[in-house]
């Protein structure tokens, strides 16, 4: 313990940033265990596309999108979820809502804004639209 002490008189820098990374990492770790909002994988996605009629929303940039996506995705930019234009994906509350991003990271803040708007099961692609292009599933590029 002596050790640990002299250790953090002589790197308070250090120690103070090991802590904040801690303490970030444990809301981090929190917030997900109760957030309505979930990543799923691959194969779950698959499943809810194929099984329960799940609807898929890339919100890439338009360019994005024509490049390559997911087979019937609707191209809804974050900035129209932020705002509350749903577009045609408002009739489609009470299906799975997948929503798709780069690579699974911005999508959360889009999903956490459709759930709180009323859409009933809504989650994220972990990974993004590079995660599923990674296991060579199928993208429709065009459009």
């Given at each position: ?16 940033a ?27 996605a ?9 609807v ?16 019937g ?71």
């Amino acid at each position: 313990m002596q050790e640990f002490m002299q250790f953090a008189s002589n790197h308070p820098i250090l120690c103070l940033a090991w802590v904040v990374l801690l303490v970030l990492v444990i809301m981090t770790t929190f917030k997900g265990m109760f957030s309505k909002v979930k990543a799923i994988s691959r194969g779950e996605a698959t499943r809810l596309i194929n099984k329960e009629d799940a609807v898929v929303v890339d919100i890439r940039s338009r360019d994005d999108f024509r490049k390559g996506h997911i087979s019937g995705a609707h191209n809804i930019l974050a900035a129209d979820i932020k705002k509350g234009t749903f577009g045609e994906l408002e009739k489609h509350k009470a299906q799975p809502i997948i929503v798709v991003c780069a690579t699974g990271n911005s999508a959360f803040e889009s999903a956490a804004q459709l759930n709180a708007a009323g859409f009933e099961h809504v989650s994220v692609l972990k990974d993004g639209v590079a995660g599923w292009s990674s296991e060579n599933l199928p993208l429709v590029r065009g459009k």
